[in-house]
């Protein structure tokens, strides 16, 4: 089993700032990529940033410069720092790895439970 574990969401005003964070535990052989997505109301799920194993980031446009992710690989943890923040960054965050588990040589996606970031006055 795996379980994908996610804090850090919040309340916050625009131009405020947030660091998310999602701990990887179970039965995992490596991690291949972890990654940020999000929903936002009425609009459909869309990646926000990601880093591989060789510690590669990539970011959509409209965050790149303003977020950053990061990995601590002793813990198995991604953070999403996210600052500048703006009422259109309001959606719930999910947190994704592909990763290998013990005795499987395909990767499988996971999946954490969502966290809710809301950007407003």
């Known amino acids: 089993q795996v379980q994908l574990v996610e804090s850090g969401g919040g309340l916050v005003q625009p131009g405020g700032s947030l660091r998310l964070s999602c701990v990887v535990s179970?039965?995992?052989?490596?991690?291949?990529?972890m990654a940020w997505y999000r929903r936002a109301p009425g609009k459909q799920r869309e990646l926000v940033a990601a880093?591989?194993?060789?510690?590669?980031?990539n970011y959509v446009d409209s965050v790149e410069g303003r977020f950053t992710i990061s990995t601590d690989n002793a813990k198995n943890t991604v953070y999403l720092q996210m600052n500048s923040l703006q009422p259109e960054d309001t959606a719930v965050y999910y947190c994704?790895?592909?990763?290998?588990?013990?005795?499987?040589?395909?990767?499988?996606?996971?999946w954490g439970q969502g966290t809710q970031v809301t950007v407003s006055s």
């Open positions: 179970g039965s995992i052989f490596s991690i291949n990529l």
């Open positions: 880093v591989n194993s060789g510690g590669t980031t």
């Open positions: 994704n790895a592909n990763l290998r588990i013990r005795g499987w040589v395909r990767p499988f996606d996971y």
